[in-house]
């Protein structure tokens, strides 16, 4: 009976694979051959397909019969962006839109006096000063009171300059800067603008109470007529410290210079009382080379004169002759070419002063 079974099994399928093999003979052509390239190019067809299909199916992944366990992704909030802090101020006419910076680095030079980052803070003036009413603005007693911003407006600029790196050995403390005009209000400096405002640590060597008094002695000179006012900014705008060191020297660090006085509300009687002129022999030096500042004053007056290179002062004084004349050499030496040198000359005689000034541009 086993051997009927199988025989008449095998009988079946023989059948079924008979008939098969007709089916495709016969369609869906008469033609054998014909039908027998088609299939196979169905064939082909259906396996591509499949595979394609199957390539984008989801991983079944990890099942809970597997025993272990899927994490689930962690998910990171994109902080906002901050959109730039813009003012607007009557008394300033340069652009004051927080800079999108992402780092802001101090010149710290060998003595650790900390200066400014001159890319972000170059210095800025007010155009409500300029030398002719110096006597109605700068040095009259509280004026700059009436154009100080608030400190809402300076606490928000300096905690912004801070988070983006401007900072004195990444101390982000508020409270140990003083938000600090680079060029003083009380020289002329543009009250609002963030080219002249910056975060001036108090912990530094020499830092923002050393800084308050160089810019207390220039307004005394300026207000004196011992100093031309575009003079005083440029030297704080190059190099605050240089100029300490010029007009103070070693008054310690964190106490008020005796030469500080109290800006006048009028020009001082001395400064038209001495005559003074003063010329370059050249306007034009080549470097390597001397040239001489000509002053006509009084006979036997004592002259000083300080030329305001890029990065330093250099000062060198001499005695008018029995003509008033005296000629004050300066060694061209390294200067930067194209830059103009403005030279301030102070003359002094028996109790009385005079100013003139003149400048050159070494080649």
């Not at 998910?75 to 962006?81: A, C, G, L, M, Y």
């Not at 600090?180 to 080219?195: A, F, K, R, Y």
């Not at 009084?298 to 250099?314: D, F, I, L, P």
């Amino acid at each position: 009976m086993a051997g009927s079974g199988s025989a008449s099994g095998g009988a079946a399928s023989a059948s079924l694979w008979g008939r098969f093999v007709r089916f495709l003979n016969t369609h869906p052509t008469k033609r054998s051959g014909a039908n027998w390239t088609i299939w196979a190019v169905v064939f082909v067809v259906l396996v591509v397909i499949g595979a394609a299909s199957g390539g984008h199916k989801k991983p079944t992944g990890l099942t809970a019969s597997s025993g272990l366990s899927v994490p689930t992704p962690a998910v990171t909030s994109i902080p906002p962006t901050t959109n730039p802090v813009t003012t607007t101020s009557t008394a300033d006419t340069t652009p004051t839109t927080t800079p999108n910076q992402s780092s802001g680095t101090y010149v710290i030079n060998a003595s650790g006096a900390v200066l400014p980052n001159p890319q972000r803070t170059p210095g800025a003036t007010n155009p409500q000063v300029t030398q002719a009413d110096i006597y109605s603005t700068i040095c009259t007693s509280g004026w700059t009171a009436t154009i100080r911003p608030p400190s809402s407006y300076t606490t928000s600029l300096k905690e912004q300059q801070l988070a983006t790196g401007y900072a004195y050995r990444s101390d982000t403390n508020p409270s140990d800067y003083e938000e600090d005009h680079l060029i003083s209000l009380e020289l002329g400096g543009s009250p609002t603008s963030v080219l002249n405002l910056w975060p001036e640590p108090y912990n530094a060597a020499d830092g923002a109470r050393t800084k308050d008094q160089i810019e207390n002695k220039l307004n005394s000179l300026v207000c004196d007529g011992s100093l031309s006012l575009a003079s005083a900014q440029q030297m704080i705008a190059t190099n605050w410290f240089t100029t300490y060191e010029t007009y103070i020297g070693g008054s310690p660090a964190g106490t008020v210079s005796s030469a500080t006085t109290t800006p006048r509300t009028s020009p001082p009687a001395q400064t038209t009382s001495l005559a003074c002129t003063a010329s370059m022999s050249n306007s034009t030096p080549a470097d390597y080379t001397t040239d001489y500042v000509n002053v006509q004053t009084s006979a036997g007056a004592s002259v000083t004169a300080t030329a305001h290179y890029k990065s330093t002062n250099t000062a060198h004084t001499g005695t008018a002759n029995g003509s008033g004349q005296d000629s004050i050499p300066f060694a061209i030496s390294g200067a930067t070419k194209g830059y103009t040198v403005q030279v301030d000359v102070t003359v002094t005689s028996g109790g009385a002063s005079g100013f003139c000034s003149t400048s050159f541009t070494p080649q």
